[in-house]
């Protein structure tokens, strides 16, 4: 199929969204609801096509996880801080974890989006999850055992990976794993480079 048959249906008063030039079937692009002439249509794509090469490289990394830390921390102590409070654990409130800690890539690396901000914005959102999970479950369970008269404490950090497993998995449900999709969600979503549209 030639470039007339295809372009049929542009309007004999139909001007590009670009220069206002009068388009013609051979010289029309559509794009979306417009339409342009070829020339604006590749200037463009190439204007696109480096605006995403920016965004996507020179990237900062280490500073980029530098961010991602502090934004972990930060839903740490948010989360935290929230349970201490009020005394119930928010859930949901773990979700600002990994949009922290996404975010904190994107600062840190100079709002640069690329893959590998992804993985660092997603392990960082990960580990945050567990220490906050073993911090909120620490707090329950030292009010439990002061309520009981027992001299006894968890401590932060744990003294050995053992103990902090065996706090992190008391009281894990289902619905905290669906917590944990939704903070890794947020954390791969928001570094996400960005695509030129076809």
């Known amino acids: 199929m030639d470039d007339e048959a295809a372009r049929s249906d542009v309007p004999a008063d139909a001007t590009c ?3 206002g030039k009068v388009l013609t079937p051979n ?3 559509v794009a979306e609801d417009r ?3 070829r020339s604006c249509y590749e200037s463009l794509v190439a204007e696109i096509r480096r605006g995403i090469t920016a965004l996507t490289t020179d990237v900062n990394y280490p500073l980029a996880a530098v961010g991602a830390v502090l934004g972990g921390a930060l839903g740490i102590a948010i989360w935290w801080g929230a349970t201490v ?3 119930v654990a928010f859930g949901l409130i773990a979700v600002a974890i990994g949009w922290l ?3 904190g890539a994107v600062r840190g690396s100079g709002n640069k989006r690329a893959v590998g901000l992804q993985a ?3 392990a960082v959102s990960v580990a945050s999850f567990a220490v ?4 909120v479950r620490m707090t329950f369970i030292n009010a439990e055992l002061a309520r009981r008269g027992s001299a006894m404490r968890l401590s932060f950090p744990p003294p050995n990976v053992d103990a902090f497993y065996k706090v992190v998995s008391i009281g894990f449900r289902p619905m905290d794993l669906v917590f944990l999709a939704i903070v890794v ?3 791969w979503r928001i570094p996400r480079p960005p695509k030129l549209p076809a």
């Open 35 to 37: 339409q342009f002439c």
């Open 101 to 103: 800690a996404g975010h």
């Open 85 to 87: 409070m009020t005394h």
């Open 185 to 187: 969600w947020e954390a």
């Open 120 to 122: 660092i914005a997603v």
């Open 132 to 135: 906050a999970s073993y911090l």
């Open 17 to 19: 969204a670009q220069c």
């Open 27 to 29: 010289d029309t692009v």
